[in-house]
């Protein structure tokens, strides 16, 4: 029980078993118990904001989430979320465009203000002042829950419409052309040529800082002319420009997805620092842990928790999930084919997919099976990019020097590349 008093003082009173686990923890954690109540109570006011759907009928659904943050949840040393957050204080928020948006994954990184799997990821001082996509379920999911209009149609269509400047630019340019999973036309593919339309929107808005994600292909065989040529098209509008491939399990998404981040500073921020990995292999999210409270939820179509039938494919897909991993990628033109249940006699669900991909479950996708299937096999995890959300907030912390001591990493050098 705590009581606040008017001295400031506020005087809790647990079990000595209690006391004793939040001390030991606390040591390990290398916290004080002041600053982890006080970070503490400011994600559980976070949390409060985005209780989950599952939360609220926790007796229903056998959830397993808890509003309050428990022992748990204490922070070890360096992985605590606000500590990942640079403090910034910042008069107003930094404006982003966002190209190629889907159903919002990416935005709500860099939004912040969700909770995932117990967890908060605070709010970012990001605001999206325009995004575009030109698939109309998608569209339908992303008003609904980013809370503001998209321009809906062709990107080149909108190219005239975006704003003629921005802080951030981000844009996930369609994969297809480059994915091992697709006919592999590459760059001058219909869809991954879209990438020049990224191009064209940096061009327009001079982003102090742009991100585009892509798939790991990106980086293999004749892609690599890709890669060249996309980095070279980026940079020659004055860029310093750099990649990396990232396993988003390292970052606390219950999946093996690999993926290419593409980040070009102008010279007006500090250079990009990729996110460190917060989790070992040890460490990584299972699928049971990220699904396993849903095993005995009833079939539910607004809450998206509605699977597909489709037999057992001999292409890809036919896998099952291994309970103690976490999940196998998350596709987005699976056609009916998404991964089957690690113990039950079926596929996964889209709220179990949407789950593997860290979507809170208060994110409804606003869509049938198959349209929400590639909404969320299409998406950035919103736990990933909320952590490379943090580093892109860094690049506008003043005083770059000071950056450097405290990061005590020489920056770009984790880069798998870079070029300007
Ligand atoms: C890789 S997904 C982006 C996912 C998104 N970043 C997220 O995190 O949810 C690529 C998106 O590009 C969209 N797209 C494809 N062709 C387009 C076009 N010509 N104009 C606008 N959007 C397009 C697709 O509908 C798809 O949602």
């Known amino acids: 029980m705590a009581n606040p008093t008017s001295s400031g003082r506020i005087v809790i009173e647990i079990d000595p078993e209690q006391k004793r686990e939040l001390y030991s923890a606390l040591a390990l954690s290398g916290s004080t118990l002041k600053d982890w109540f006080i970070k503490s109570a400011a994600e559980y006011c976070a949390e409060r904001r985005q209780l989950s759907l599952f939360n609220h009928n926790s007796s229903d659904t056998g959830a397993q989430y808890e509003a309050a943050p428990d022992l748990e949840q204490i922070p070890r040393r360096g992985s605590h979320l606000l500590d990942r957050m640079p403090q910034l204080s910042l008069k107003k928020s930094l404006t982003v465009v966002s190209m190629f948006s889907g159903c919002g994954g990416m935005d709500l990184g860099f939004t912040g203000g969700f909770e995932f799997m117990g967890r908060s990821?605070?709010?970012?001082?990001?605001?999206?002042?325009?995004?575009?996509?030109?698939?109309?379920?998608?569209?339908?999911?992303?008003?609904?829950?980013?809370?503001?209009?998209?321009?809906?149609?062709?990107?080149?269509?909108?190219?005239?419409?975006?704003?003629g400047e921005a802080d951030v630019l981000?844009?996930?340019?369609?994969?297809?052309?480059?994915?091992?999973?697709?006919?592999?036309a590459g760059i001058n593919g219909p869809r991954t040529g879209l990438y020049r339309a990224m191009v064209e929107g940096v061009k327009r808005t001079r982003p102090k800082v742009f991100v585009a994600e892509n798939v790991k292909g990106l980086l293999i065989g004749?892609?690599?002319?890709?890669?060249?040529?996309?980095?070279?098209?980026?940079?020659?509008l004055g860029y310093a420009v750099g990649y990396k491939l990232y396993r988003v399990a390292d970052y606390g998404v219950p999946?093996?997805?690999?993926?290419v981040i593409i980040v070009g500073t102008s010279s007006e921020v500090n250079p990009f620092t990729p996110p460190e990995p917060e989790r070992s292999s040890s460490e990584w999210i299972t699928a049971e842990e990220a699904i396993g409270d849903l095993e005995t939820v009833q079939e539910n179509r607004d809450l998206n928790h509605i699977w597909s039938r489709a037999n057992p494919s001999p292409e890809q897909g036919n896998r099952r999930l291994t309970a103690a991993r976490p999940s196998h990628t998350i596709r987005a033109e699976c056609h009916g084919n998404i991964q089957f249940h690690y113990?039950?006699?079926?596929?996964i669900s889209m709220r179990e997919a949407a789950r593997i991909q860290s979507f809170p479950d208060s994110f409804i996708f606003q869509s049938g099976l198959r349209e929400t299937e590639r909404q969320v096999g299409n998406a950035v995890p919103p736990v990933f990019a909320w952590h490379?959300?943090?580093?892109?907030?860094?690049?506008?912390?003043?005083?770059?020097?000071k950056h450097v001591a405290q990061t005590d990493q020489p920056l770009n050098n984790s880069f798998d590349g870079i070029q300007s």
């Not at 004749?222 to 020659?236: K, P, Y």
């Not at 999946?255 to 993926?259: A, G, L, T, V």
Request: aromatic residues 10%.
């Open 121 to 163: 990821y605070p709010q970012l001082p990001f605001s999206i002042i325009w995004s575009n996509d030109n698939n109309k379920a998608a569209c339908k999911t992303y008003t609904h829950n980013l809370g503001h209009d998209i321009a809906c149609g062709d990107v080149w269509d909108f190219i005239d419409k975006l704003p």
């Open 170 to 184: 981000v844009g996930g340019f369609p994969c297809q052309d480059i994915s091992i999973n697709g006919k592999r």
């Open 222 to 236: 004749d892609n690599r002319e890709a890669l060249a040529q996309v980095l070279s098209d980026f940079g020659s």
């Open 255 to 259: 999946q093996m997805r690999e993926r």
């Open 343 to 347: 113990s039950l006699p079926r596929r």
């Open 388 to 401: 490379v959300a943090c580093s892109v907030l860094r690049c506008f912390q003043r005083s770059p020097r």
